[in-house]
């Protein structure tokens, strides 16, 4: 069976990397200090209260923000940026071009390869550049508890490896803890078999389908790669201390914050460097339990009635609660020494929403928040007002650049958005 | 709409061009266009109408919709924009265009219009005739259910999962009769704990739902992508199936495919059905059997028993009650009866051979000792047939064992008459042979031969399993992998089924099963027969082909016209082609809305089963099998597609018919949800009947607090017309129609919006959408009827359908849609073609859907003929072309 030559067909000619030690700190980019950096994008659907959020003109002090009051703990590695925009395309749902192009790469004024204006997003732009210092290559984090899976994978995915090619993301606690702390034995003849078909099958296929085929390559060989590299890990590594997720019923605080908490886990041990979360999917038509806050609403529905004094009411809980759980990440990455800093310290995350205005959908005046300081490259502790008209794609290249892509544009990026850098 | 085109344009452009570079048209390339004759009319004709009544808005200044009609001067010109003409064509035949209130053409003029310019969009489109090529796509998980379980003839599922809504409790679902039974017994989906207790394939686990496409299934080819995350579990499922603890004995074809031939497990004790479509078909049963029993207990003994829940089957000798005798016992009408008649325990106990029979014809059970009548019993109703479990002999699990001897057990798919009875007991063989569907004797146990060596079995047996898991024969490099990778396994370990087991492992991790697939075979003569062979069992079933679709495809019968018709034929009565019902309809009817339905629980109590409005089943769980059911006898009768629209009857349950009429329980109820029974009821208010008033369609289309006269008129709009509304704009104001605010402005919510649509952006869109919701505004957001709001304003449902048929309220709106109903048979063919090719239609696909929907008019449109038009129409065969019909076919 050593005929088959998989490993020369898995890995081609970046073979050779596999033989280095992924954790070696070598004067790449990407690192600070000797310290990986990690890339986290936290999702959060439909905006948040304006008011609420955003300190009113010329004030600074964004933390006195009712919505953004939970994350004064660590208020000094927090930026709140304003007056980013994301072009939207007319005439397509602007829910599901929010959440599906959030991080997208693709120029919106562009040709568009699909419905929406989607490319490879920015986490998988980055991990394509770091993953190969860790055993696995990116997490894709969503906290969609709906049972009714009656939308559109648009509104349910953040993290896409292109237009059409949605990065499938992880819902259930104990499938994320699995992957992340059990390796398989596989059996690799069986691999390699399937493998091998697969390579016959090709030749009798059109070129489309023959390109759609390359999925099935790609998939393969990175699970090949990951399972590989998590034996040669935990051949080195202890099992972090964490007990596997049970089957019974969560809070929906409970489960985010069990979610999270795998994230940090993964960060800290240095499973993966790169991860999407989505807090809860953009517009989705189902009344949604919120058991800490006592009651059960369509979130969606709120941002279209926050007018009325009541609903707005509901809504800025919803804001407040999923910030807090934000912070509450966040001070998990700041409870974790890294050397002379945290792990926070030496990470880049971000909170954010592709609407502006959940009531009126709007996708000028995002909301974004972003902690971390990139190993201290990156200004903390401020709010940064952006002159009109700066894309959102700015402050992804920056972050791009930050990561060490190398990238010089991204989407309709005009230019990083250095004024973040100290 | 007319963006959403645009962007589709630029789309279509992508996609040609893809189309072009990859040499993809197969096929006739189509005659030469021809345009000259029509220049003069263009200039003479069309010019001066598009300049009178369009290019106020769509001329070259600041056209609307970024559409300049002025800009074309010649059909050329038109034509090369193809995407156009249908907008215009359809703008024009729903009178959407030009809008109320501008200049209006004659009929005459839209008519000629609309009949030109849908020449025009034919020119434009021959050359693409040929159609687009099915695209490379993974199973969905249902498919890749369905395909696991008839790959190995499992007899349980393989995992618990919910896509599958309507749960078949008394066999109602028999398309070969063409008849649904009057009483049909139900289950919603299994939920929570309940999946557990499912048979299913013990520590396999599903890998998460595939999503729908917006206003589309979830079997459409750019959504389903495979990605490490799956493959994951495609990868751990390909050893889990075969692995699992409990496959062994769920496998149905064990024998023919792991059973180590020198070594065979000790054959089960079952009756061997012969003839498993008789089985089903029948509308009785008799079980004949000679015994001799060594001790006369009281315990039960089993002779043959199916275990079945309810709908088990089972003759026996023993004591229940006072009678120690022979009993029988059979599912019939949803539940299990039982009769035994007393016999003298002397008799059975003497040591010598006894015949005794059980029958059942539909009307009485009736039990025979040695030929003669020893009792009946009366039991009018329908015998269940269905069960695919095992008919066991002598015992059932171990349980209940036979002590003594059983011989010549015979199995009848009708009850026999008692002269049969005594002819078998005289000694006879057989009696009614047509009636004879299984049978099972000691000496019909052979032993084992290992004639061949065993690596040659294997090999065979491989081969025979590639053909069906990969849909085409394996070609010798390809066989020869697998049949290597068995000699190699079976070298090291010795272990015959094991070795197959791993076999089966790598096949299922091939992308030839995990992926529906295209594939084109230079080395078969009949590769288009294999191709289609697949999209016809992936459109049907669901699932892969069976053998004799892949003989078909073998010999190249597929290809021939009535051959295929006749196939369509077989598998639109197969039991399989539930899955199509269970995929198709609720998607179609975006029915997992209701899942989430939870009107305010305080006011509308009497929604909720429990005491409580979280973890309390809700009415919403009769109210979704309402529409499904509605569905399942329009297809299994081959009814006209109108009556999913406008019928004179509909399934209900009790529980049901109490909501419509308005005797709801206000406190907590106990409900069965598994077994539910409902009854088919003639209706002669036509304000109910069809899937659009259905209480399911009402609630999941309102607010916990109101009906949503706007998310209704989009339901229709996308289901019914299979138009949906183009998403809103930006910016739109909220309505402020809440309860309170309606109270106070004392305004009903169609004169809240009358406000909105003052604003012209989106006067055109509400246009078309609020009369198809306000129609429905006498049901409230229960789905109860009402004349009424509860401010006392009355309800107003009067409308216009596409701007020309009034109607008053909804029954004359169904009298619309009847007038109207080649937009509506055209919009559903629309939504099974793209079902069907799992793709989002393109322009040559939708006028495909219009030229089935024409070629079943004359018959009324009916269900089953329209699938078969769409398997026949070449957008479907794609690229198989019939050859001439012979004379000499069968």
Known sequence: MKSFGRREFLLGAGGSMMALPWLELNAATGRAAGHPLRFASFYSPMGFVRDHFFPDQGKRDFLSMPTLSPLKNVGDKVNLITGLYRVNVRGTDVHNQASSCYLSSQDPQGQLKSPYPMDRTLDHLIADQVSHRTPIRSLELNCNSFTDLKESIYLDNISWYGPEHVATSMKDPRQVYRRLFKTRATDKDITDLALEDANHFKRNLNPQDRHKLDEYFESVREIERQIDRLDQYYRNHNQPNLKEPGEGPMTRGEYIRLMGKLLVVAFQSNLTHVATFMLAPERWGSPQEYHELNFTKSHHGLTHAQSDETVKNFLVQVDHFYVSLFAEFLEQLDAVQEGEGTLLDHSIVTLGSGLGDGEHHTMNELPIVMAGSAGGRLKTGQLFHCAAETPLANLWLLQAQLMGTGMQRFADSTGPLDSLLV | ?890
């Open chain 2, 1 to 890: 709409m007319i963006v959403a085109r645009q962007i589709l344009c630029r789309l279509l452009i992508t996609c040609l061009s893809i189309l072009a570079t990859s040499l993809l048209l197969i096929g006739q390339t189509s005659a030469q266009e021809t345009d000259s004759p029509r220049q003069s009319d263009f200039a003479t004709r069309l010019s001066p109408l598009l300049q009178s009544y369009c290019y106020g808005c769509h001329g070259q200044e600041s056209p609307e919709g970024e559409i300049d009609l002025s800009q074309f001067s010649s059909w050329t010109d038109l034509q090369s924009d193809p995407l156009l003409i249908e907008t215009m064509i359809e703008a024009l035949e729903k009178n959407e265009m030009p809008p109320a209130g501008e200049k209006q053409p004659s009929q005459d003029e839209r008519t000629w219009l609309v009949g030109e310019l849908k020449q025009a969009l034919q020119r434009s489109i021959s050359h693409l005739a040929a159609g687009t090529p099915f695209r490379l796509r993974r199973m969905n998980r249902f498919e890749y259910g369905n395909a696991v379980r008839d790959l190995f003839a499992l007899e349980s599922w393989v995992y618990s999962i919910n896509d599958r809504i309507i749960r078949d409790h008394n066999g109602y679902f028999r398309p070969e009769t063409g008849q649904m039974p009057d009483r049909v017994v139900v289950g919603n989906r299994l939920m929570g704990l309940q999946q557990l207790l499912e048979n299913r394939l013990l520590g396999v686990m599903a890998f998460p739902k595939d999503a729908p496409a917006e206003n589309g299934y979830n079997n459409r080819g750019d959504h389903l992508s495979l990605t490490p995350v799956l493959m994951q579990s495609f990868m751990e499922l390909s050893r889990s199936v075969v692995n699992a603890e409990n496959f062994d004995q769920n496998c149905g074809n064990w024998e023919s495919l792991f059973e180590d031939p020198a070594n065979p497990r000790p054959p089960a004790p079952v009756v061997r059905i012969t003839d498993e479509s008789g089985m089903a078909r029948g509308s009785g049963v008799t079980i004949s059997a000679w015994i001799r029993p060594a001790r006369t207990t009281d315990p039960w003994q089993t002779i043959v028993r199916r275990e079945d829940s309810w709908r088990r089957q089972l003759l026996a000798i023993g004591k229940t009650g006072e009678t120690w005798g022979l009993w029988m016992g059979a599912g019939i009408d949803g539940q299990y009866v039982e009769f035994g008649a007393p016999v003298d325990r002397e008799i059975l106990g003497d040591g010598e051979w006894h015949h005794v029979a059980g029958t059942y014809d539909g009307q009485q059970i009736k039990l025979y000792l040695d030929g003669q009548p020893i009792g009946s019993q009366t039991a009018v109703g329908q015998l269940h047939t269905q069960s695919r479990r095992p008919m066991q002999v002598g015992s059932y699990d171990s349980r209940e064992p036979f002590h003594g001897d059983l011989k010549q057990i015979q199995l009848y798919s009708a009850g026999l008459e008692e002269v049969d009875i005594g002819r078998i007991a005289r000694g006879k063989r057989e009696a009614d042979v047509d009636h004879l569907v299984g049978s099972w004797d000691p000496a019909s146990v052979a032993p084992p031969l290992v004639d061949p060596p065993l690596r040659a079995i294997a090999h065979q047996r491989i081969e025979q399993f590639l053909l069906q898991a990969f849909r085409a024969p394996a070609d010798p490099p390809t066989l020869q992998l697998y049949t290597g990778f068995f000699d190699k396994r079976f070298q090291e370990n010795g272990d015959f089924t094991q070795s197959m087991k791993d076999v089966v492992s790598a096949a299922l991790a091939s992308p030839r099963f995990m992926l529906v697939h295209n594939e084109t075979r230079d080395d078969l003569p009949h590769s288009a027969a294999y191709q289609l062979a697949t999209r016809l069992s992936f459109f049907l079933w669901s699932s892969i082909p069976d053998r004799r679709l892949l003989e078909l495809a073998d010999s190249g019968q597929l290809l021939e016209e009535q051959a295929l018709g006749r196939e369509v034929e077989r598998m639109l009565n197969d039991p399989r082609v539930k899955n199509f019902c269970d995929s198709f309809a609720p998607q179609w009817l975006k029915l997992n809305n209701l899942v989430s339905a939870s009107p305010n629980f305080e006011q509308y109590r009497e929604y909720y089963f429990g005491g409580d409005d979280k973890i309390s089943y809700k009415r919403g769980m009769h109210m979704m099998l309402e529409p499904l059911l509605n569905f399942e006898t329009v297809f299994v009768e081959n009814r006209p597609i109108l009556e999913l629209v406008d019928a004179d009857f509909t399934y209900r349950s009790h529980l049901l018919s109490e909501w419509y009429e308005g005797r709801a329980a206000t406190y907590p109820i106990n409900v069965n949800l598994r077994d539910i029974e409902f009854t088919r009821t003639p209706l002669e208010d036509r304000r109910y009947g069809g899937v659009i008033t259905t209480s399911a369609v009402m609630v999941m289309t309102s607010n916990p607090q109101r009906s949503l006269p706007i998310t209704r008129g989009s339901w229709v709009a996308s289901v019914i017309f299979n138009d949906p509304p183009e998403p809103p704009p930006e910016n739109v104001p909220d309505l402020q129609a809440d309860d309170q605010t309606l109270e106070k402005e004392g305004a009903t919510i169609r004169e809240k919006l009358r406000q909105h649509r003052a604003n012209p952006q989106c006067a055109s869109c509400h246009q078309k959408i609020d009369p198809l919701g306000f129609v429905l505004e006498n049901y409230d957001l229960l789905g109860r009827w009402r004349d009424h709001y509860r401010t006392g304003r009355e309800v107003d449902a009067s409308g216009k359908l596409f701007g020309q048929h009034s109607f008053r309220d909804v029954v004359e709106f169904k009298d619309a849609i009847r007038a109207e109903q080649e937009t509506f048979a055209t919009a559903f063919v629309e939504h099974l073609l793209s079902y069907a090719l799992g793709r989002e239609l393109t322009l040559a696909d939708r006028m495909a859907a219009v030229e089935i929907a024409k070629a079943t008019k004359k018959d009324d449109y009916r269900m089953r003929d329209v699938l078969k038009k769409i398997v026949l129409h070449p957008v479907f065969r794609q690229g198989v072309t019939f050859p001439p019909a012979k004379t000499t076919d069968e």
